[in-house]
Nanobody, 115 residues
Framework: QVQLVESGGGLVQPGGSLRLSCAAS????????MGWYRQAPGKQRAFVAA???????NYADSVKGRFAISRDNAKNTVYLQMNSLKPEDTAVYYC?????????WGQGTQVTVSS
């Protein structure tokens, strides 16, 4: 059984920063791509960023230049550094991992950008 546990969400003012973490635990043979998605109220879950096992990254256009995804393979952890946050970044952020041939999701962490 594999679990993904996110942390780091919270309330931040516009222009501020947050760093999300997602740690994978359990029986893990391999971790391929890991990524972040978000779901705002009344909207579908949307792709934010992803990183391959070799460190290749991909971002949604709406976050390019503001967000940075990284991973620590030794800790089975992926991070999302979010800078210059905007109110429209408010959402529940979910971690996704392709682990040992299966896709797993975390429980989500709330990010609220408001003054």
């Amino acid at each position: 059984q594999v679990q993904l546990v996110e942390s780091g969400g919270g309330l931040v003012q516009p222009g501020g920063s947050l760093r999300l973490s997602c740690a994978a635990s359990g029986t893990i043979f391999s971790i391929n791509a890991m990524g972040w998605y978000r779901q705002a109220p009344g909207k579908q879950r949307a792709f934010v960023a992803a990183i391959t096992s070799r460190g290749r990254t991909n971002y949604a256009d709406s976050v390019k230049g503001r967000f940075a995804i990284s991973r620590d393979n030794a800790k089975n952890t992926v991070y999302l550094q979010m800078n210059s946050l905007k109110p429209e970044d408010t959402a529940v952020y979910y971690c996704n991992g392709h682990i040992s041939g299966y896709d797993y999701w975390g429980q989500g962490t709330q990010v609220t950008v408001s003054s």
